[in-house]
C-alpha cells in the first residue's frame, strides 16, 4: 500500500512538473473563431443610455443577442481601471475634474446620472463575462495599458477580451511590448494609414486579431489585405448610415466586414441573422460617412 502511495505521488509530481514546464498557450484561435463574422458588438453596450458602460448595461445587451460589447477603459488617482468613456467626471455623473485625479472609492461615490451608483470597474465586467461574452476595450490613455492588461491575466481572460489601440503605433507597441499574447485591434487611417497597415501585417502578429476600419479607409483592396493576413475587421456601423431610427449593420456585413459596431444592439443582431442566412458577401467600395 505504502508502495502504491508513493507511485501516486510520484506520478502527481510528474504531471505537475510537465504542466509547470509546458509552454503557455499563446494563439488566440478561440477568440478569432468567436468573432468570424457576422458580428455584432453593443457599442457601449447601449449608447446615449444612463447605464451606458455598465455591467448592466451589457447584460441587458447580451439578453439582445450581442457577441461582443465594446467600452471604454480610464485609470483612477489609485490606479484601479474603470469602464468610463469621458476624461471628465463632468455631465455623466455628479462629480467634477479629471477622473485621474479621483480614487477608486471617490469615483463609485460619484453616481452616473440617472442612477444610484457609479461607474464599474473593468474587472467587474470580466467577473461578468465569465467566458459568455467578447469584450472589445478601448484604450482611453497610455497609463491605462498595463493594469488592464494584468486584470487579463488574473482573470485568464486572454480568449475572451480583445482591447482597441486606436490609430497610435505608440500603444500598440506599448501594450504588445508588456504582453505578447493580449488580442489587439488596431485602426489605422489618416495620411500615413496604408504605411502602418502594411507595418502592422508584415508583423505577423498572430495576437493582433482585427482592423477597425472607416469609411474614409475602406476599399477592396485593403478589405483583402486584412483578410489574406488572417486578421478580421470592423466598423462602427453608424458611420455608414445614421442609427437613430434603426441599425446600419446589414450595410457593413454586405461589405464583406466581420463584426459591426452598433447603437442599435437589437435591430443589429436581427441584420446579423439575416446576413448569416444568406450565402452573398460582397466586398467594398468607398463609402461615405454620414453623421453619427
Not at 31 to 36: D, G
Request: with cysteine; glycine share 6%; net charge positive.
Amino acid at each position: 500500500m505504502r508502495t502504491i502511495r508513493l507511485l501516486t505521488v510520484a506520478a502527481l509530481a510528474l504531471a505537475l512538473s510537465a504542466e509547470t514546464r509546458a509552454p503557455a498557450r499563446t494563439d488566440s484561435r478561440d477568440l478569432i473563431a468567436r468573432l468570424q463574422g457576422p458580428r455584432v458588438a453593443a457599442h457601449r453596450g447601449g449608447y446615449g443610455l444612463p447605464d451606458s458602460n455598465t455591467v448592466a448595461r451589457f447584460e441587458a445587451a447580451r439578453r439582445q443577442g450581442v457577441d461582443i460589447v465594446e467600452t471604454d477603459l480610464r485609470l483612477s488617482k489609485d490606479r484601479v481601471v474603470f469602464l468610463f468613456h469621458n476624461s471628465l467626471l463632468d455631465h455623466v455623473t455628479r462629480c467634477t475634474g479629471p477622473i485621474a485625479s479621483h480614487t477608486a472609492a471617490q469615483i463609485e461615490r460619484c453616481h452616473l446620472r440617472g442612477l444610484d451608483r457609479g461607474p464599474d470597474r473593468f474587472e467587474s465586467a470580466l467577473r461578468w463575462s465569465g467566458g459568455r461574452v467578447v469584450i472589445d476595450a478601448e484604450f482611453k490613455t497610455a497609463a491605462v495599458v498595463q493594469p488592464a492588461i494584468d486584470l487579463v491575466r488574473r482573470h485568464h481572460a486572454y480568449e475572451w477580451v480583445y482591447f482597441q489601440v486606436g490609430n497610435s503605433p505608440e500603444t500598440y507597441q506599448a501594450a504588445r511590448s508588456y504582453d505578447a499574447r493580449v488580442a489587439l485591434e488596431a485602426a489605422p487611417r489618416g495620411p500615413h494609414g496604408e504605411q502602418w497597415l502594411a507595418e502592422l501585417l508584415a508583423k505577423r502578429d498572430p495576437h493582433l486579431v482585427l482592423i477597425q476600419l472607416h469609411p474614409d479607409f475602406l476599399s477592396s483592396e485593403i478589405l483583402r489585405s486584412i483578410h489574406a493576413s488572417d486578421k478580421l475587421a470592423s466598423l462602427n456601423a453608424w458611420l455608414l448610415a445614421s442609427e437613430k431610427s434603426g441599425a446600419s449593420c446589414a450595410k457593413v456585413f454586405d461589405l464583406g466586414i466581420d463584426v459591426a459596431v452598433t447603437n442599435a444592439a437589437d435591430l443589429c443582431a436581427a441584420q446579423r441573422d439575416e446576413a448569416r442566412a444568406s450565402p452573398r458577401r460582397s466586398t467594398p467600395a468607398p463609402a461615405s460617412p454620414s453623421t453619427p
